[in-house]
T-cell receptor, first 109, second 114 residues
Framework: GDSVTQMEGPVTLSEEAFLTINCTYTATGYPSLFWYVQYPGEGLQLLLKATKADDKGSNKGFEATYRKETTSFHLEKGSVQVSDSAVYFCALGTYKYIFGTGTRLKVLA | DSGVTQTPKHLITATGQRVTLRCSPRSGDLSVYWYQQSLDQGLQFLIQYYNGEERAKGNILERFSAQQFPDLHSELNLSSLELGDSALYFC?????????????FGNGTRLTVT
């Protein structure tokens, strides 16, 4: 069945470091892919999305490219800030939206 | 602000009791989803409604039920509560519910069963 696999956390980085959070998926067809972010005490917020192969979603310095050949949608940011500390979820856009287990990111000043 | 409203924010109740969680979707969204988030199991899909009709079911226990009303708000009913039902329950909405449009989440209801 459809599934999403995210890298285990937590990920701890220093401010201004480069971030990669890996996400791979298994799906029939070509679903949309999403990254969500969850700050403490809040619901999930859409960070970016891509709807077809080779699409690049971007927002707030974060980017992810829909790679059909490697079934991946890795999240990247060139220079993280303390305010980026949160839990990040990769999601597959099927009728029930399948989420990865989440990756906690902690950025140290 | 996502535009999705969930009430109450916190709920503390005893085992064996029944509770109702309420969700108002974002204006214009026809589809409502319910998810359960616990520490050890991530975000689990429970059920989806589209324009008043149940569209998909996930890992929802028989003790749980939901419905979407004509004004599109939704309620999740949890009965015969057990300690293991303690979790964050999220409602989310989307325009059409096929998976192509983003989900918009409420801030959740934190349920504590004692």
């Amino acid at each position: 069945g459809d599934s999403v696999t995210q890298m285990e956390g937590p990920v701890t980085l220093s401010e201004e470091a480069f971030l990669t959070i890996n996400c791979t998926y298994t799906a029939t067809g070509y679903p949309s892919l999403f990254w969500y972010v969850q700050y403490p005490g809040e619901g999930l917020q859409l960070l970016l999305k891509a709807t077809k192969a080779d699409d690049k979603g971007s927002n707030k310095g974060f980017e992810a490219t829909y790679r059909k050949e490697t079934t991946s949608f890795h999240l990247e940011k060139g220079s993280v800030q303390v305010s980026d500390s949160a839990v990040y979820f990769c999601a597959l856009g099927t009728y029930k939206y399948i989420f990865g287990t989440g990756t906690r990111l902690k950025v140290l000043a | 602000d996502s535009g999705v409203t969930q009430t109450p924010k916190h709920l503390i109740t005893a085992t064996g009791q029944r509770v109702t969680l309420r969700c108002s979707p974002r204006s214009g969204d026809l589809s409502v989803y319910w998810y359960q988030q616990s520490l050890d199991q991530g975000l689990q899909f429970l059920i989806q409604y589209y324009n008043g009709e149940e569209r998909a079911k996930g890992n929802i226990l028989e003790r749980f039920s939901a419905q979407q009303f004509p004004d599109l708000h939704s309620e999740l009913n949890l009965s015969s509560l057990e300690l293991g039902d303690s979790a964050l329950y999220f409602c989310a909405s989307s325009v059409e519910g096929s998976g192509n449009s983003p989900l918009h989440f409420g801030n959740g209801t934190r349920l504590t069963v004692t």
